[in-house]
């Protein structure tokens, strides 16, 4: 088997340039400049590849497959279901989508089809198919790109009805149905399976457990046409390795269920850097959550599918990435367990909607352009750490509670506050409290084993199913440590409140129950005192606060003003050989890294030694330890420099680290 290698490379859309073959010649010259050795091929080359009914035009990408391989170049070969040719709608338009409003969407865009269609399904097996026989056992390529960013809903009749009957395979009855849901209220009980229909505009959309339902089924019913795709190939190619490419905090889709039917989780990501309310550092935490989030949908390696190396042309403000970040970026990448760097796109496009989409080779077409430059210099650093990184794991340390139907299920609960209460953002404050502290974290959701972690971290766990909850049970009573959040406990997996109290089934562990919760104005806040030296001697409460009554626990803060002034605003608890913490409202940024500090006492080893400068983000993948410095300028550490935005790899040896690798500085400058 042959060892693992860092893959680094971009889209390459060459249907764009057929009428240019100078153009396809310099493309296989600078992709060998730039370090390139892998490519995303054929994504949206449907039109091209058939460009009408069952005329099939492949030997372009032939011609295209053959040179990248004798270039050293591998093939990440697309099915092209992303978006569908003009002649496909014109003559089959029920593959068009209905949107909630039973309107039927024209002909554009991406991602305008419907997933039940049968029609649609047999079109992209038989250009799945055409692909699999032609290309399906060369040598180059190596993947298979299952469409791109499978998306969006569909509420035409086919999807309805298929709606309804993955409604009698859950539920059998239309009256565990009613139950389910609590149809009851507002006399909405439902005769049989066929009076149901997807949430609409101007019809149902105030039962939540349709809401929630219908998310699942979409969820469901994209999974299903994602492997439709994947069995086409492989009933060609029967060893086949597939993957799609997920997206940033995407909403539509379970990506822990998606990944099931992948052999490689991949994703899109596209930070806004150089925001005037946002540090290097905090935007890479960001970014670092979706990575860790990525490689723990399947618990290996990840790619990064998408990313851009300069501007891109949608975002409201389109800046430009300061000299080194996208080295910066691309190394985050591989210190949270990529072991694929990829851009969008290989060479900038002359028109259409993303023609100032910053791409490796710019319109230009030079060699010394700033960004093709640090694209090479990040290809070189890729190729030259490969050997010993690439196919690394990644330790259970730490995990964080992500679930898609706590996500779907929280942020339409009409009540407490209906506006701004994000699920991501309560996340991000507990992940930048962790990884401040050198803690490597990883995700699960509800059917998640917790098996190897140290620390379960559970925010804003609404939705709270009664087996999960026994997990955490049991995890704290063996030894776990466990971190809990204000609105947990809430509801069951069909959004039915629980009776008695609450958190549901853990008020015992967390040695606390909840009372009332008080939802805040933007602006409002309660002050905080901490009862413990080791948590910071005050701190704002905001969004909601939880007014809980100590049933054993511990309290370490108190709400210090408002009618529940004194009621514990975060409480340890010991419960069986572990312990768990309960934290009664949002706080404000500030609070998480030292609140953190003192959970880990004991239970985890930060990867670094010693406490590091400020906008130093430290990670590790096995014996290796990256430190990265997200400052525009060198920081120092232990005798090192490391250069501005650039990064340092250890070995942990005998206790100690072992510098590896010092990636040198990306220099440039305007001034020739």
């Not at 859950?170 to 439902?190: C, L, M, P, Q």
């Not at 974290?441 to 709270?464: E, I, K, S």
């Not at 009664?466 to 809990?484: P, S």
């Not at 002050?527 to 905001?542: H, K, M, V």
Request: charged content about 20%.
């Amino acid at each position: 088997m042959n060892a693992p290698v860092l893959r680094y490379g971009a889209d390459y859309n060459p249907d764009q340039w057929l009428d240019r073959p100078d153009i396809l010649v310099q493309d296989i010259e600078l992709m060998q400049k730039a370090n390139v050795n892998v490519v995303s091929l054929g994504i949206f080359a449907w039109a091209t590849l058939e460009p009408e009914e069952g005329r099939y035009n492949l030997d372009w990408m032939a011609e295209i497959i053959d040179k990248l391989y004798a270039a050293g170049v591998s093939v990440d070969l697309a099915t092209p279901s992303g978006a569908r040719p003009a002649w496909l709608a014109r003559q089959y338009p029920e593959v068009l989508r209905v949107n909630a409003d039973r309107k039927r969407i024209l002909f554009g865009e991406r991602h305008n089809h419907c997933y039940t269609s049968p029609v649609y399904r047999e079109k992209v097996k038989q250009i799945n198919q055409q692909l699999a026989r032609r290309f399906g056992r060369h040598p180059g390529v190596i993947m298979w790109h299952l469409s791109n960013e499978y998306g969006g809903e569909c509420h035409c009749p086919l999807c309805q009805q298929a709606f309804r009957d993955w409604l009698k395979a859950r539920y059998g009855t239309i009256e565990a149905v009613n139950r389910a849901w609590n149809t009851k209220f507002w006399s909405h009980d439902y005769p049989d399976f066929d009076a149901i229909e997807s949430p609409a505009p101007h019809g149902e959309h105030s039962v939540h457990g349709l809401k929630l339902d219908w998310k699942r089924f979409v969820s469901h019913q994209t999974i299903d046409f994602m492997k439709w795709e994947r069995d086409c190939v492989r009933e060609i190619v029967p060893d086949a390795k597939v993957c799609t490419n997920m997206m940033y905090f995407y909403d539509g889709i379970d990506y822990f269920d998606m990944a099931k039917a992948l052999d490689l989780a991949t994703w899109d990501a596209y930070p806004t850097w150089h925001k005037p309310t946002e540090t290097i550092e905090q935007t890479a935490l960001d970014t670092g959550f979706m990575h860790d989030l990525i490689y723990s949908v399947k618990g290996q390696p990840f790619w990064l599918m998408e990313n851009c190396p300069g501007p891109t042309n949608w975002q409201p403000v389109s800046k430009v990435k300061k000299p080194g970040v996208n080295l910066f970026a691309g190394m985050q990448t591989v210190a949270h367990g990529g072991d694929g760097v990829l851009f969008f796109q290989w060479r900038q496009a002359r028109g259409s909607s993303e023609k100032f989409h910053a791409s490796m080779v710019s319109h230009d077409c030079r060699e010394d352009n700033r960004i093709f430059m640090e694209c090479a210099a990040l290809g070189r650093t890729l190729r030259e750490i490969s050997a010993g990184v690439a196919g690394t794991p990644r330790a259970r340390q730490a995990a964080i509670v992500y679930d898609w139907s706590n996500k779907w299920a929280l942020e339409d609960a009409q009540g407490p506050r209906n506006k701004g209460l994000s699920y991501k953002h309560e996340l991000l404050r507990h992940y930048a409290g962790l990884s401040r502290n050198g803690i490597d974290v990883q995700m699960v959701d509800q059917n998640g084993d917790l098996t190897g972690y140290a620390l379960v971290v559970a925010p804003m766990l609404y939705l709270l199913r009664e087996d999960f909850a026994q997990k955490l049970r049991d995890f704290v009573a063996q030894g776990g440590t466990l971190v809990m959040t204000y609105w947990s406990g809430v509801v069951n997996e069909t959004d039915l409140c629980y009776l008695g109290d609450a958190p549901h089934m853990l008020t015992d562990v967390l040695g606390v129950r909840r009372t009332e919760i008080d939802a805040l104005y933007d602006g409002e806040s309660r002050r905080c005192t901490a009862l413990d030296a080791a948590l910071p001697q005050a701190a704002n409460g905001t969004l909601l606060c939880e007014v809980a009554a100590l049933e054993g626990a511990r309290p370490l803060m108190v709400y210090d003003e408002d009618f529940f002034a004194g009621a514990p605003a975060v409480t340890v608890n010991a419960f069986g050989s572990g312990k768990a913490y309960y934290v009664a409202t949002r706080f404000e940024e500030a609070f998480y890294t030292p609140f953190y500090a003192q959970v880990i006492k004991g239970v985890l080893t930060p990867c670094w030694p010693a406490p590091l400068p400020d906008d130093v983000l430290a990670s590790r993948r096995g014996d290796l330890i990256f430190l990265q410095n997200a400052r525009s300028t060198p920081v120092h550490i232990d005798g090192v420099t490391i250069a501005p935005y650039a990064a340092a790899i250890y070995r942990q040896t005998d206790g100690k680290p072992e510098l590896l690798y010092n990636q040198p500085a990306f220099t440039w400058s305007p001034v020739k």
